[in-house]
C-alpha cells in the first residue's frame, strides 16, 4: 500500500496521522483515495454529527430545493417530447433558423440534464431545463 512521506489528516475523520501510515489509526480510512471515496466519507460524518432536529431540517429543505424546478420541467419534458414533430414541421416550413436553433438549445439542455442527473446537481439540471425552454422560445 501506498503511504504519504508526511503527516497526514484523516478525509474522513479527521485525525492527524504519522507519516508512512497507509490508513487512519482512528477510522482505518486509508491514505489515499479517490475522491468520490472521500466525498462519500466526508457526507457519512456529516449526517452522524448533525443532530436529528438539523438534519430534519435539512430533508424538508432539500425538497423546498428541487419544488423550485417546477414548474419548468413540465414544460421542458413537454417541449423534449413534441422537439421531433415541431423540428419537421419548422424544417417543412423552411424555418431553418428557428429549427436549427431548436436543434440546437434542446439538445444541449437534454445533454445537461443527462449530465446533472449522473453529477445529481440540481443547478446543473436547471440549466438545462432553461436551455430547452430557451430553444423552445426562439422557436415560438
Ligand atoms: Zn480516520
Redesign the pocket.
Known amino acids: 500500500m501506498k503511504t504519504p512521506s508526511y503527516d497526514w489528516r484523516?478525509?474522513?475523520?479527521?485525525?492527524t496521522?504519522a507519516a508512512g501510515t497507509g490508513?487512519?489509526?482512528?477510522?482505518?480510512?486509508p491514505a489515499f483515495a479517490p475522491g468520490r471515496k472521500i466525498v462519500a466519507?466526508v457526507r457519512e460524518r456529516e449526517s452522524t454529527d448533525a443532530t436529528a432536529p438539523v438534519s430534519a431540517t435539512h430533508a424538508s429543505q432539500d425538497d423546498l430545493d428541487w419544488a423550485f424546478l417546477f414548474p419548468e420541467v413540465i414544460f421542458a419534458v413537454a417541449v423534449i417530447l413534441a422537439f421531433p414533430f415541431w423540428f419537421l414541421s419548422l424544417l417543412h416550413e423552411a424555418s431553418y433558423r428557428s429549427a436549427l436553433a431548436l436543434a440546437l438549445l434542446v439538445s444541449s439542455g437534454v445533454g445537461l440534464g443527462w449530465w446533472a442527473w449522473r453529477i445529481e446537481n440540481k443547478w446543473v439540471l436547471y440549466a438545462g431545463i432553461v436551455l430547452v425552454l430557451l430553444g423552445a422560445a426562439v422557436a415560438i
Not at 10 to 15: A, D, L, P, Q, V
Not at 23 to 29: A, E, K, L, P
Request: hydrophobic residues 15%; charged residues 15%.
Open positions: 484523516c478525509h474522513s475523520c479527521g485525525e496521522n490508513r487512519c489509526t482512528s477510522c482505518g480510512f466519507a
